[in-house]
């Protein structure tokens, strides 16, 4: 069957974005949609592996770069976590007319999770990488004194993690703090989820994931501790599983269906 790659900019809500749309079997019943994580992009090894493994499962397979990132990274500082929840949203009733499994990346994770909440209809299985659905608790317990008060006088927050220099605004922040999944009693998903984690993240704590599925209502979780993989999710172990994991949630939902 023909492959269709669709990749150009779209406009949203006076943004330009780049995203990629690759209809590799059009009598599919599931689009995968990879949402990539904070300040990264869509176009990186964990994105290829995806994008073969879809090619490889007939399945159809979206990515996209977040509000204020890769085409539109001049407007980061405007962005915060409503704007992505709304994009994504705009993204799967305007772009996507069959069922969804989702993958995201660290806020991509965090993002997909609520979606599966919104659209419990369409997405069928969740597959998550360094979810951080509490990033903004972890980052305050990191923050000094001085970086808070800089945040509630100036209404922007400087912060730097590895080699990476963050500039957080109070829009952002907030939203943050809303849109805390683990603050809920329950996160009201019952499609499968993944968890994948690395031991050696230092961005996030990597026992979040044991809260995640914890707070998660359906019994279909499945948790990868990885040892020796980073919150990047780069190195061969955490693509080994990654794909591992795409095929055996497809592998369930076909069952199921």
């Known amino acids: 069957m023909k492959t269709i790659i669709n990749k150009q900019l779209?406009?949203?809500a006076g943004h330009s974005i780049g995203y990629e749309y690759c209809i590799f079997n059009q009598q599919s019943p599931f689009t995968v949609i990879y949402v990539h994580g904070l300040q990264s992009s869509?176009?990186?090894?964990?994105?290829?592996?995806?994008?073969?493994?879809?090619?490889?499962?007939g399945l159809n397979f979206l990515r996209f770069e977040l509000l204020g990132h890769g085409e539109d990274k001049q407007k980061f500082l405007f962005c915060d976590f409503n704007m992505w929840k709304q994009q994504l949203q705009t993204i799967i009733k305007r772009y996507v007319s069959n069922n969804i499994i989702m993958v995201g990346h660290c806020v991509g994770g965090w993002l997909s999770l609520c979606m599966a909440e919104d659209n419990p209809s369409r997405i069928k299985a969740v597959i998550c990488l360094s979810a951080a659905p509490d990033l903004i608790e972890q980052l305050i317990l990191r923050s000094t004194p001085e970086q808070r008060k800089c945040l509630e006088n100036t209404g922007f927050v400087e912060a730097k993690v590895e080699k990476y220099h963050y500039i957080f605004s109070q829009n952002l922040w907030t939203s943050f703090l809303s849109n805390n999944l683990l603050n809920q009693e329950k996160i009201h998903i019952n499609c499968p989820v993944y968890l994948l984690q690395g031991q050696d993240?230092?961005?996030?704590?990597?026992?979040?994931?044991?809260?995640?599925?914890?707070?998660?209502?359906?019994?279909?979780?499945?948790?990868?501790?990885?040892k020796k993989s980073n919150h990047h999710m780069q190195d061969k172990a955490a693509l080994t599983e990654l794909k591992r994991s795409l095929q055996d949630a497809y592998a369930d939902i076909k069952k199921e269906a």
């Open 10 to 12: 779209y406009h949203f």
């Open 42 to 57: 869509p176009w990186g090894r964990k994105e290829e592996l995806i994008k073969s493994t879809c090619q490889d499962l």
């Open 201 to 226: 993240d230092i961005f996030i704590d990597w026992q979040s994931v044991l809260k995640i599925a914890d707070k998660l209502e359906t019994s279909q979780v499945i948790m990868k501790i990885l």
